[in-house]
């Protein structure tokens, strides 16, 4: 791996034995593009990757150049005002209500490591020895403005990963006023891509979905102060022919919670900019003189193996360099969650019966949903003042916990401290810590109103609440929800100037307070969520290693959402659950063992009465619990590859493959049945092929374990896997298929 500077071309390269990242001081002293994607040679210049031609209308840099134009360079970090008239990544306006400016470079520093992110609160990708990566930093500045931007590159060694984003400072008299600070410029040369994004709605989160890039602006974006069920903050463009094994895609990924804009701006020469940082739309920062700005990280990822090489290399990097704390590489404990079991309903007798049942099946956390606090019978209010329901829970907390550890038990408790209902004390002695501005209505949302979390006395009288809470208490886990948009944001404690910074020190104030209990409270395994899936992004994934995938616990329903998450995030992080049927979102009907073969592809759990569920059920569920006991290392910390998608049929297939490849599950999922069908083969994926496995189809509530077979790697792969049904008529609709590989010698 290196980091190199061609002092003669004034080139850096940035490569390892996957990628080569090109850039280099232009003549002007812009940066300028020149290549981004497979490894390549180094040399000691690639000047005729540089280009520019006359176009008429644009502007030139040099006088009498007339070739020489910043709106046909391709650049790594565009302003306005030197002639690129394209949207930029910074945007500024000096006291003198100038927006121009222009960037040149100063110097640089090459280091190993990666430093974490100045400023303190942003989560980011780490290292935890220095030979793991390194950081290139290239100054640029702006004299007659005072601005200096530090571009911070991180390329680790054994990844196709490169981090970026950027530190804006600025030197000059009065304020300096951020309107757009993107976390990186990336200008690609041609236009002939798909870009692939993750869009959906609440229940349906992230579902695949793929377009040609066209001219101009497109992208992903989210205003509601959280990343949203509706777009993640990601996005891939990869070649029209590339398929989930094959051919070239390019991922980027923001490590933010908050409001993001992703966007593939074509301009009319073919060229693709991409950008991605914080939404501009309602953002504003005041930086004076000595102050810098940092941006969030992006997280940028090649792969020429497919869709499946891009997302293996963020599950990689994320599950094991952007995660953290003593759960990280940990298994996850199995959990049954009484939300859908009782909702609101429910008194310690019902939740012990629940607990008793887990216990007697296996289960191993018990976690304890939303309504064990003080005015909590329903969704209309009680949040905020977090008093423990003694008429709920006559031990408290710190009882009911120990009932459950005295039971073998581990406690797991629900919290959503962002948020506060009317009529709590909290809201009627500190109304001006809800974000509203004075005068006007703040808007509602599931009847809760969201606090100030951008001042922080708000941020740490919280703490302090939920310390009294948690003190002494046996509480293992913890779920963080999140149930609503973010409107009026505006904060009582903030001046008029600095309301543009609002929504982003907001999700800096969420940051902190994970740091605050998850440095308190090191051995609480942490699950965030967001009325499902709505904060389900990188910056969480710092915070928590597992997030709550989605409130869609349809089995059918789940193949695309976990499909769709697969695409960036791990398997590890996505909490997965076996619900009722049926299925409180949609009504299905789906067998236990379809849920569960789903499920199991997650951090799993239930999240049903087990008491109702039969001698013959609870059986059922018991021999799953073991086999996810046996088997979580492989399915939580497996390559996972993706190999038929549910967007694209009747069908999906995934796998998960041990890192030395001795052992893999495969799972098939038939969703609706067919009658007298054609022959099935699955072609595996990532297997050895020169050793021989064993393939045993694993039985099920109804259907007995098939017989093994023996096959070699290379076979399953390229001839695949038979998986013909003999006799579809028995089995109906919603058929999961299972199958055990193990080495045979
Ligand atoms: C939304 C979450 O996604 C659910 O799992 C549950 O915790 C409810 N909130 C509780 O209000």
């Not at 922080?456 to 009294?468: E, G, K, N, Q, T």
């Not at 049927?581 to 997650?602: D, K």
């Not at 399953?716 to 028995?730: F, H, K």
């Amino acid at each position: 791996m290196a980091i190199e500077f061609h002092r003669e071309s004034q080139t850096f390269h940035l490569h390892n034995a996957f990628v080569s990242y090109i850039f280099k001081v232009l003549p002007s002293g812009h940066l300028g593009q020149l290549y981004y994607g497979r490894a390549i040679h180094d040399r000691p210049d690639f000047d005729h990757l540089f280009e520019t031609a006359y176009r008429s209308m644009s502007v030139c840099y040099f006088d009498g150049e007339p070739a020489y134009s910043l709106e046909h360079i391709k650049q790594e970090y565009p302003t306005c005002g030197a002639g690129d008239i394209h949207l930029p990544a910074l945007d500024a306006q000096a006291p003198n209500g100038s927006r121009l400016l222009d960037l040149h470079y100063q110097s640089h520093t090459i280091a190993p490591g990666k430093p974490p992110l100045e400023g303190g609160e942003l989560p980011s990708t780490y290292v935890e020895a220095p030979e793991e990566a390194a950081t290139l930093t290239v100054t640029l500045a702006d004299g007659l403005a005072g601005v200096t931007v530090d571009l911070v590159y991180t390329l680790y060694e054994a990844l196709p990963v490169i981090t970026r984003h950027a530190v804006i400072g600025y030197t000059g008299e009065g304020a300096l006023r951020l309107d757009r600070a993107m976390s990186f410029c990336l200008d690609l040369p041609d236009m002939d891509y798909d870009m692939v994004e993750l869009t959906g709605a609440w229940a349906r989160e992230r579902h695949i979905v793929t377009r040609p890039l066209a001219h101009g602006v497109q992208g992903v974006y989210s205003l509601r102060g959280c990343s949203s069920h509706h777009f993640n903050p990601f996005l891939a463009l990869k070649r029209r022919e590339t398929t989930e094994f094959l051919g070239e895609v390019y991922g980027f990924s923001l490590v933010y919670s908050g409001n993001f804009a992703a966007q593939a701006d074509v301009d009319p020469y073919h060229v693709t900019r991409v950008t991605m940082g914080i939404h501009p739309q309602g953002f504003c920062w005041h930086l004076h003189r000595g102050e810098r700005f940092t941006t969030p990280e992006a997280v940028l990822v090649y792969s020429d193996r497919g869709l499946n090489g891009m997302s293996q290399t963020y599950h990689q990097l994320y599950r094991t360099r952007l995660a953290r704390g003593e759960w990280r590489d940990k298994v996850r404990p199995i959990l049954v969650n009484n939300w859908e079991a009782t909702y609101f309903d429910f008194n310690e007798a019902k939740l012990l019966s629940l607990a008793g049942e887990a216990k007697r099946l296996g289960i191993e956390l018990f976690v304890l949903d939303d309504g064990w606090f003080t005015g909590r019978n329903d969704d209309r209010g009680g949040l905020g003042d977090w008093q423990i329901n003694y008429g709920k829970l006559p031990d408290g907390i710190r009882g009911f916990g120990e009932k459950l550890h005295e039971m073998g038990l581990l406690f797991g408790l629900w919290i959503e401290p962002e948020m506060v209902n009317a009529g709590t004390a909290l809201w009627n002695e500190h109304p001006d810590w809800v974000l509203h501005e004075p005068g006007r209505r703040p808007q509602q949302g599931r009847f809760q109103y969201v606090l100030d979390y951008s001042n922080p006395a708000v941020v740490d009288w919280i703490f302090a609440r939920l310390c009294s809470v948690l003190d002494g208490a046996p509480v293992d886990y913890i779920k963080w929800d999140m149930n609503r948009s973010i409107s009026d944001a505006y904060s009582c404690a903030a001046a008029g100037s600095e309301q543009g910074a609002v929504l982003h020190r907001y999700i800096l104030g969420v940051y902190r307070l994970y740091r605050l209990l998850t440095e308190r409270y090191p051995h609480i395994l942490f699950e965030s969520c967001a009325s499902g899936g709505a904060r389900f992004d990188p910056g969480m994934l710092a915070c928590a290693p597992q997030c709550w995938t989605s409130d869609d616990t349809d089995a059918v329903e789940r193949l695309r959402i976990q499909y769709g998450t697969s695409l960036v995030y791990p398997v590890s992080s996505m909490g997965a659950h076996v619900a009722a049927a049926p299925n409180h979102q949609v009504g299905r009907m789906t067998s236990l063992t379809m849920r569960a073969n789903v499920a199991i592809f997650g951090a799993f759990g239930y999240e049903l009465d087990l008491t109702a569920l039969g001698a013959h059920g609870q059986e059922l569920v018991a021999r799953q619990v073991a086999f996810v006991k046996q088997h979580r290392q492989l399915l939580q910390f497996g390559t996972f590859w993706r190999l038929q998608s549910p967007f694209a049929g009747n069908e999906a297939a995934w796998m998960t493959v041990a890192p030395d490849r001795s052992a893999a599950l495969v799972a098939q999922y038939l969703i609706l049945q067919e009658v007298n069908a054609g022959y099935r083969r699955l072609r595996l994926a990532g297997l050895d092929p020169d050793r021989l496995y064993r393939v045993t189809r694993l039985g099920s509530g109804a259907r007995a374990a098939g017989q093994p077979i023996t096959a070699c790697g290379d076979e399953l792969m390229r001839a695949g896997l038979v998986t013909t049904d003999e006799d579809p008529a028995s089995e109906g609709d919603f058929v999961s298929r299972l199958y055990l590989l193990e080495t045979a010698e």
